[in-house]
């Protein structure tokens, strides 16, 4: 069964720190990986995705993917209270005719004023 | 710009009862899919369709049927509601392939 693994938290940081979101996955198969922002009773928005490994940065954000340790990463720089919300970390595999999304059940992340 | 549209937003039933969840996207995407999430548990796929006129079962299809109407909309049918499926329900779209999939208000569902 295809996993992926978050710590589920709740992370706290302060104000202007940086915010490291940790994810782990099973299927070795797994060619891209994306970076929900899920609010309190709102759907999940896409903040970022990446292919390849290493690191890529969009804005105060920047994700790695370490394929060989099947690790995903999510820093937030700067984090600022607006950054409060859950964070799903998902893979994208093969399974039947088409890509599927595996999700992880997320981090909450509250950034202290 | 509306992107994915879920109707209704929220509906409550009576155990046994049935009721079909609506979904309409106007991105011209292949690819439509259907999720529930439930507390802790993260989003579960329960059906897709990865083109127009295919749909096939995802990781909790139990209780559930699907439609693929046309290339714009996915329903799907809850033909005799259980507690079990209390739930939100999120459709979401995507080009397909690697591309990244886009997601719709949701629809929050509680059965009685």
């Known amino acids: 069964q295809k996993e992926v693994e978050q710590n589920s938290g709740p992370l706290s940081v302060p104000e202007g720190a940086i915010a490291s979101l940790n994810c782990t996955y099973s299927d070795r198969g797994s060619q891209s990986f994306f970076w929900y922002r899920q609010y309190s009773g709102k759907s999940p ?3 970022m995705f990446i292919y390849s490994n290493g690191d890529k940065e969009d804005g105060r954000f920047t994700a790695q993917l370490n394929k060989a340790s099947q690790y995903v990463s999510l820093l937030i720089r700067d984090s600022q209270p607006s950054d409060s919300a859950t964070y799903l970390c998902a893979s994208l595999g093969v399974s039947g ?3 599927q999304l595996t999700f992880g059940s997320g981090t909450q992340l509250t950034v202290l004023p | 710009n509306a992107g994915v549209t879920q109707t209704p937003k ?3 039933l009576k155990t046994g009862q049935s009721m079909t969840l609506q979904c309409a996207q106007d991105m011209n995407h292949n ?3 259907w999720y529930r999430q439930d507390p802790g548990m993260g989003l579960r796929l329960i059906y897709y369709s990865a ?3 295919t749909t096939d079962k995802g990781e909790v299809p139990n209780g559930y049927n699907v439609s693929r109407l046309n290339k714009r909309e ?3 049918r809850l033909e005799s509601a259980a507690p079990s499926q209390t739930s939100v329900y999120f459709c979401a779209s995507s080009e397909g392939g690697h591309q990244p999939q886009h997601f719709g208000d949701g629809t ?3 059965i009685l």
């Open chain 2, 51 to 53: 083109s127009e006129g």
């Open chain 2, 108 to 110: 929050r569902l509680s």
């Open chain 1, 97 to 99: 005719s088409a890509r």
């Open chain 2, 31 to 33: 690819s439509m899919y």
């Open chain 2, 74 to 76: 996915f329903s799907l």
């Open chain 2, 10 to 12: 929220f509906q409550v």
């Open chain 1, 45 to 47: 928005e896409l903040i």
